[in-house]
């Protein structure tokens, strides 16, 4: 059985690159799954007690729009399952549209970030995110 410490929702290949060589530089023994789409993640989910090991699932990082079943639906669907509902979600996107980010958060996103284009900024960023979800996990962990 796999152990999957992040799930990576991510389209657009560069993008999800740029992610995946963050959260390694960030920490090089992170497992990470990367789905491309609405579709695989709900697959993902109904299947994953098989294959994956989802109880070291410590965050979802989700893009907005996504192909087949949208960023939205997939945080909706995510937050109506019993075994992820209290896993983080970060929404990482392009969108700064204020519905997008209303949206996101009623369907109970824990975070809503804008994709930088500068790719310094954006590593930055994924590590500070990283840090502080990583350690919210780590933290959680301990008060059981």
């Known amino acids: 059985m796999v152990a999957i410490d992040i799930l990576l929702v991510e389209d657009n290949s560069s993008d999800a690159e740029l992610s995946l060589r963050a959260i390694k530089k960030y920490d090089s023994g992170l497992q990470v799954l990367h789905l491309e789409d609405g579709e695989k993640v709900l697959h993902f989910i109904k299947n ?12 979802i990082i989700l893009d907005l729009k996504i192909p087949k079943i949208n ?3 997939v945080l909706a669907f995510i937050k109506e399952s019993s075994q992820f509902k ?4 970060v929404m990482l996107t392009s969108s700064m549209e204020e519905k997008d980010i209303e949206a996101a958060f009623k369907k109970g996103v824990n975070s809503y970030l804008v994709k930088p284009m ?7 960023m994924m590590h500070e995110m990283l840090q502080y ?3 919210y996990y780590h933290n959680s962990q301990q008060d059981e």
């Open 118 to 124: 500068i790719y310094e900024e954006y590593t930055k």
């Open 48 to 59: 994953s007690k098989d294959k994956y090991n989802i109880n070291s699932l410590k965050l």
């Open 86 to 89: 209290n896993t983080p979600i």
């Open 71 to 73: 960023g939205l639906e």
């Open 133 to 135: 979800w990583i350690d």
